[in-house]
């Protein structure tokens, strides 16, 4: 269980039940826990990036979420849910880490039932059509569940909701609150997988690929369709035994005659100069493969480019896995393969 360093918790917070909860639970812990009479944040210590990173990653901030107009999330959901910003996990290449300021703290929120009752003027509005909720847009919201729960209050709520549908994207395994929820098929939970070379090398303070595939098949198993985000994939030496011997795994480990609940994603690893530079800024010693002469460079549509794997690179990868997913995944969807 992610146990932080410091907690900072906005006064008002205090004035709801789970806050109030959160406060005399950490009270009476060895950690530092510091009230705040605004939602601005304070005392987070770190002189320099590396270390502002750190002491950010280990701080929980305990909050109430003010503003309740929902981002949007094209093209897979129609609105982020947010129950949950920042992320514990220290993944070297993770796309947090340019969006988050330089003290990565995750904020957990109070006034879920709040958040909830939005979201259902949201389904309500487009009557007559499904909702899709995206609960992981800016975070990986399960490192943080058994202390607020959030993620099974939502989906209990999507459960009885029928125009409204909740998804989440997960590399984290402690699944009890999720299994035990009654989901009604509303919620889709994915998992984040990769071989455990890359797992070991950038995807630092998270599961490894064993203990992710062994939740995804409790998951599975509790009746919920899931999916697979294989990303960012590398094509280092060997990657096509290793990735091939990942799906096996999967394969092994999932009941077969389910595999239709199961979707896959594939996404090639690709950079932006931004991310790279605060990767350089953050994990001085990196070895993600960031050297922009061997890489594509592609426009994109906000305004900058990022840095992908050369045409033909990208197209032994798209046959490598539409082979190896139709061999053992046959009547599983793969949504896309980047
Ligand atoms: Fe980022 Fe996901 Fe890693 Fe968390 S687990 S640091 S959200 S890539």
Known sequence: MFMPKRVLIEKDALKYPLGEELYNNFKNKDIELIMLETTRTKGIPGS??????KQGKNTLVIGVKKSLTFQTCKPSAHYQLPLVTGCIGQCE?????????DKPYTRIYVNIDEILDRAKKYINEREGEVTI???????DPLPVEPYTHALKKTIEFFAKEELGRFRFVTKFTNIEDIVNAKHNGHTTVRFSLNTDKVINTYEHRTPNAKNRIQAAAKVLNAGYPIGFIIAPVFLYDNWETEYSMLIKDLNNSLPVDN??????????????????NRINDIFPETKLPMTDEERTFKYGQFGYGKYVYNKDQLSEMKTFFTNELSTYFSDSEIKYII
């Open 48 to 53: 320099t990036k590396m270390e502002k990173y």
């Open 93 to 101: 290449y993770c796309y947090l880490n340019t969006q988050l300021g």
């Open 133 to 139: 909720f995206e609960g992981a847009a800016t975070s």
């Open 259 to 276: 595999h239709k609940n199961i979707t896959f994603e594939i996404i090639s690893h690709r950079y932006t100069t931004k991310a790279k």
